[in-house]
């Protein structure tokens, strides 16, 4: 095998995937606002027309409707880690700030907000209600307005919402909220009526306008869910191509427990059924309407409940509104029995090295106090885990380099017989006992914990806006310094292109260290194009996160030094046996 071959190679891959990371970001589009107009609702409900139930009025005919009636009442919600309100008319919660997390780092900027209602511009939230089977029963619908008993809405206080119908039966909503994100909503109808009623109880999450998504390509973003057992996820393009025969349903499927909602990069909704066991119907929905978008996760009973004279129907859902906190999800993935609830974090395919990676990061954390001090410890652990490999590949390249003078006059005197110099050049090998192919051994094992680290830095909340020092504010950020305007001195804003910090300009010169202590290839093409390898990475990873930059940076740092010790042993060792030698002759 030609070691300078495959190294080309393996450069030219990582070349390819940061090239088309970065493509990406410059050319997805971000999605123009929405405008703040609500739109009619689709209603969850099975494909029979016997549960399919009338929906509500267009947002125009409701407003009509509603000119003459005062402002609807709503819930306030009172939360150590939430605020806002529930909006009783529609039993909507459409109105949720996350109190521990800002937009951005500035401490005076805006709390994240989740929930809008249906008047603002990005309208979202989740709903609960029942479709009436029987086409006889009344049921609440967007205009219905509630009854709370109780309140205002907190950990330990849950509240009750009723309306009755006028027929005989009494919708009831127990709202519950526990410490941190998770709502528990108890759907009952008290039929007191003379006759048996057939209902279908649904929950649902909509959001009435397409959010503004990263675009990136190692990041998920839309519907996503554990459905039966299997990870599912759309992206809000895929689920707008669904064709008109779908009724623009992009996922519709039985289950058994498992959980549905919409991820961002950091926040989540998610509707997953208290009880575990019972059957439920899950679907994703895309509706475009005047020219808008409008998606829908919902969860019912795959059949409508038939409630007789004098018993009560009831359905229990949860709501998951909040961040995805690493080991929050996994609290309630194991506490609330929510199958693989932890996967709503887009962990990837090196799910099996990132997870791990994270909890090694946040432990190191715990012990620091700094996410970036974890950063340069774990590399440091991880390079004393895979020193006894990477030193015999370091040993190998050394020994490459110092060979490297006889393989040039190889090539030189065979140039005209490439087998011939290929067989001297195996000999060559066998004598000196080096293995041309060990050296690619610290390149194959440092892409994998590249791309399991770039994951965690990127999709973990953990790492957002988590400093390290100087004008490193942001470790999941870029470095927001830049030679061309002589790192703030000149007052313009450059393109994209022209972003390079401080800290892409030394992970360049330490990668040109690091490469100037490899042998050299003897074919000049290669060296050409190994001489500019430091200069392009140091573009493409400029505006990639600074924690990025700075573990490759320490990581080129500490393989100099190894390769220097190694280097600095092998002369010695060659040196001692010339001696030996020279004694013995």
């Known amino acids: 095998m030609d070691q300078k071959r495959l190294f080309a190679a393996i450069a030219l891959s990582i070349l390819i995937v940061l090239g088309f990371e970065l493509w990406k970001r410059e050319t997805t589009p971000a999605p123009e606002p929405a405008p703040a107009v609500a739109s009619q609702q689709t209603t969850p409900g099975t494909s029979a027309p016997a549960v399919t139930p009338a929906s509500p009025g267009s947002a125009d005919a409701a407003q009509a409707a509603a000119t003459n009636r005062p402002a609807p009442e709503r819930l306030k919600i009172e ?23 800002r937009e951005t780092t500035d401490k005076l900027s805006p709390n994240v907000r989740l929930f809008a209602p249906r008047d603002e511009v990005q309208p979202y939230y989740a709903q609960w209600g029942w479709s009436a089977a029987d086409g006889r029963t009344r049921v609440p619908d967007n205009e219905t307005d509630w009854t709370a008993q109780g309140g205002p809405l907190a950990p330990g206080k849950p509240v009750t919402l009723s309306w009755d119908n006028g027929q005989g039966q009494t919708f009831q909503i127990v709202l519950s909220l526990d410490e941190n994100f998770m709502f528990q909503a108890d759907q009952r109808v008290v039929n007191n009526g003379a006759e048996a009623v057939s209902v279908l109880p649904w929950a649902r999450v909509r959001r009435e306008a397409t959010p503004q998504v990263a675009g990136f390509y190692i990041l998920h973003e839309g519907f996503v869910g554990v459905l039966d057992g299997r990870l599912h996820e759309t992206t809000y393009k895929s689920a707008k191509e669904v064709g008109p025969e779908k009724r623009g349903v992009a996922l519709e499927q039985e289950t058994s427990g498992g959980w549905a909602g ?42 409508a409940q038939q409630v007789a004279a004098g018993a009560t129907g009831s359905l229990g859902t949860r709501v998951f509104a909040g961040a995805k906190e690493v080991h929050l999800l996994d609290r309630y993935r194991d506490s609330l029995n929510i199958t693989d609830f932890d ?67 190889i090539r030189e005197r065979y140039k005209d017989d490439p087998a011939k110099a290929q067989a001297e050049m195996m000999a060559l090998y066998k004598t000196e006992k080096v293995n041309p192919a060990s050296g690619c051994l610290p390149i194959l094992i440092q892409i994998p914990v590249f791309f399991a680290l770039y994951k965690v830095l990127f999709v973990t909340i953990e790492m957002r806006h988590a400093p390290f020092f100087g004008w490193i504010h942001d470790l999941s950020a870029p470095d927001p310094t830049n030679l ?29 260290l690091q490469q100037k202590m490899n042998p050299q290839p003897p074919d000049p093409i290669q060296a050409k194009i190994f001489t500019w390898m430091p200069v392009i990475f140091t573009f493409m990873l400029a505006s990639f996160p600074a924690g990025l930059v700075i573990y490759w940076s320490w990581n080129n740092l500490l393989s100099v030094a190894q390769q220097g010790w190694i280097s600095r042993h092998e002369r010695a060792e060659r040196a001692q046996a010339k001696k030996l030698a020279k004694v013995k002759r």
């Open 343 to 409: 996967k709503a974090i887009d962990f990837g395919m090196f799910y099996f090295l990132t997870k791990p990676f994270f909890y090694a990061l946040d432990w190191l954390f715990k012990q620091f106090g700094n996410f970036g001090i974890a950063i340069l410890v774990f590399t440091v652990v991880l390079k004393a885990l895979f020193f006894p490999l990477a030193n015999k590949a370091y040993k190998s390249m050394a020994r490459m380099k110092l060979l490297a003078p006889k393989m040039t006059e």
């Open 79 to 101: 939360s150590p880690r939430l605020a806002g309100s529930l909006n009783l008319r529609g039993a909507r919660l459409d109105d949720l700030v996350l109190r521990d997390y």
């Open 262 to 303: 919409f991820t961002d990069k950091y926040w989540l909704t998610a509707i997953n059924p208290v009880d575990t066991a019972q059957p439920m119907k899950a679907a994703w929905r895309h509706v475009a309407e005047g020219g808008q978008d409008r998606w829908q996760v919902d969860f019912a009973p795959p059949a």
């Open 484 to 512: 061309f305007t002589l790192f703030g001195l000149i007052p313009w804003d450059p393109p994209q292109l022209l972003h390079m910090p401080i800290w892409a300009i030394i992970m360049g010169c330490t990668m040109f």
